[in-house]
């Protein structure tokens, strides 16, 4: 009796201590739990033991947050993310990282401020705001009595979300660096080095004209699965894009965006609820993309992948020759002389987006190759005998495609040097892996046997039984043993 009477108490304490740390546990949650809004005074700095990201800062639906993301392992950047995928759509800091250390800061004093004395990163919103927001949009507000006095869909990194306006004063910038999206006057670019244009989508006015002197056009993503460019009318876009989504309906779960991505393409994602999608590219065949290939790369549609202009080389990845850059017009390519390059030929190529290259129509193709060669800024020219008409490349050369066609002819100029230097190089370090490679086969074979031989007959049953595949290298030892084993 007694004792069950200490059981019956024993649990109804138990009961109480349960409780009581469960109502801790909520109140320690509500303490540590993301904030909806920062205000004045507010300060954060990395902690050394979140493995990819820190929110600091989350929207009303829990759906997106700022915080620290780890980039490098000990690099940071202040972005906004998709929680439930851990997909950044912002980087406030894009061109270069913060160290991940306490003495990396996020602080808001009217302005939200990133900085690191060690890298001298150094980002603010240069405002005078009460409070920080993240909109239920994944939209970022520093705001003054409940007005936005910057937002950070102002400042699209790679990423267009769903509803956010880009206009003709914005880019989007791959995250490597490389390729850039801005608006024309009536269309939509992709631009490679910021200079040359690659992919360009105009306006097809079917259900708005783009007017003169009506102001610029800007583009969004429209929930019903497009990408539209717009001018006076928000209802009446110019254009749309149709994404595969398109008028589908939109459910609260479904959510859109587009990014440049590192390929030079420009995709769209929907999201389902719980996996991001491929919804939509601009580009969808490979060999359009910019530098499929690489530098002087040939690559043919529909398969056997990537191989050189000069077909005396093989293809590696990166490229054929090294890069090549600015123009010929430098004190060896003066007047266009030939001192300064040498001349590459190839039939049955074809510059990809010929439309948006500089084309005339000339009677031969010495007549095309004309063009080129006296002009130090041209890079090459290509010639389709059937039509006459020559293109005029005067950007450095990048991938071309194989069309097959004899009647296709390409002319293009190489800097000189470009060949030797990048051949003895990949030949040197060959020579100098090949040697490398046999003394260490050499010494382990010698050093194996001789192990071998000490272990042999004790535990012979061992060689049987498969080794763990961490041991991989411990079981290559073990092939070699055997081989030489067969050979001796
Ligand atoms: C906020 O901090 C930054 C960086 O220390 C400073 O430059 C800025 O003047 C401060 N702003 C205000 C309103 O104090
Ligand atoms: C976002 O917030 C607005 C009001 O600020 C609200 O009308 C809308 O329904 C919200 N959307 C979602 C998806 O929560
Ligand atoms: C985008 O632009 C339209 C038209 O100017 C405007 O009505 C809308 O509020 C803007 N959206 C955002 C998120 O700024
Ligand atoms: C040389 O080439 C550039 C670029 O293609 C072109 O703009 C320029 O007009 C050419 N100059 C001559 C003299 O043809
Ligand atoms: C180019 O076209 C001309 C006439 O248009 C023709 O005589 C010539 O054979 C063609 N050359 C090639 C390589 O197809
Ligand atoms: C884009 C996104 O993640 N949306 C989610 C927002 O939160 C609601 C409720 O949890 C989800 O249903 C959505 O999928």
Redesign the pocket.
């Known amino acids: 009796m007694p004792t069950l009477i200490f059981n019956m108490f024993a649990t109804r304490q138990l009961r109480y201590i349960v409780l009581l740390f469960l109502s801790l546990q909520v109140i320690t949650f509500r303490c540590t739990s993301i904030p909806q809004e920062l205000q004045t005074g507010f300060s954060a700095t990395p902690e050394s033991s979140t493995a990819s990201f820190q929110a600091v800062l989350t929207d009303p639906s829990g759906n997106f947050s700022l915080g620290f993301l780890r980039v490098n392992p000990n690099q940071l950047a202040l972005a906004i993310v998709h929680v439930a995928s851990s997909e950044p759509f912002w980087v406030a800091n894009p061109t270069r990282t913060a160290s991940w250390s306490d003495t990396t800061r996020l602080f808001f004093n009217g302005s939200l401020v990133l900085s690191d004395p060690e890298t001298r990163v150094s980002w603010s919103t240069a405002t005078n705001g009460d409070r920080v927001v993240l909109l239920n949009t994944s939209n970022l507000q520093v705001q003054t009595k409940g007005s936005p006095l910057w937002e950070s869909f102002d400042f699209p990194t790679n990423t267009l979300v769903q509803d956010q306006n880009f206009t003709s004063k914005m880019s989007l910038l791959s995250s490597n660096g490389f390729y850039s999206m801005r608006l024309g006057n009536d269309f939509m670019g992709l631009y490679d080095g910021n200079e040359y244009i690659y992919w360009k989508h105009t306006a097809l006015e079917t259900k708005a004209e783009v007017k003169e002197g009506m102001g610029p056009i800007y583009a969004r993503v429209n929930p019903e699965g497009y990408l539209g460019m717009y001018q006076t009318d928000d209802k009446k876009p110019v254009d749309v894009q149709k994404f595969n989504s398109f008028q589908q309906a939109v459910t609260a779960a479904s959510f859109l965006f587009v990014r440049l991505e590192t390929d030079g393409n420009l995709k769209a994602y929907y999201w389902d609820g719980s996996n991001w999608l491929t919804n939509y590219q601009a580009i969808s065949e490979t060999c359009e993309l910019p530098r499929s290939c690489g530098f002087y790369g040939l690559c043919t549609p529909g398969g056997s992948g990537c191989s050189c202009l000069d077909n005396r080389i093989r293809f590696e990845p990166g490229g054929c020759f090294s890069d090549a850059s600015g123009d010929l017009c430098g004190k060896e390519g003066i007047g266009g002389n030939e001192s300064g390059y040498w001349v590459l030929r190839r039939?049955g190529v074809e510059p990809p987006h010929k439309e948006l290259l500089r084309q005339e129509t000339v009677s031969s193709?010495a007549g095309c190759e004309e063009l080129c060669q006296n002009n130090c800024s041209c890079w090459g020219a290509l010639y389709n005998?059937?039509t006459?008409f020559c293109y005029v490349l005067d950007s450095p050369i990048q991938t071309m495609l194989g069309t097959g066609d004899?009647?296709k002819?390409g002319y293009f100029k190489v800097r000189k040097g470009e060949e030797g230097k990048n051949r003895v190089w990949v030949r040197v370090v060959v020579v100098v892996t090949v040697v490398v490679m046999v003394g260490v086969i050499i010494v382990g074979t010698g050093f194996c046997v001789r192990r071998w031989k000490r272990r042999r007959g004790v535990k012979e049953e061992e060689w049987a039984s498969p080794g763990p595949y961490k041991n991989l290298g411990s079981a290559s030892f073990r092939s070699i043993e055997m081989s030489s084993n067969v050979v001796g």
Do not use: E, I, K, Y
């Open positions: 039939t193709l005998n059937a006459g004899a009647t002819v």
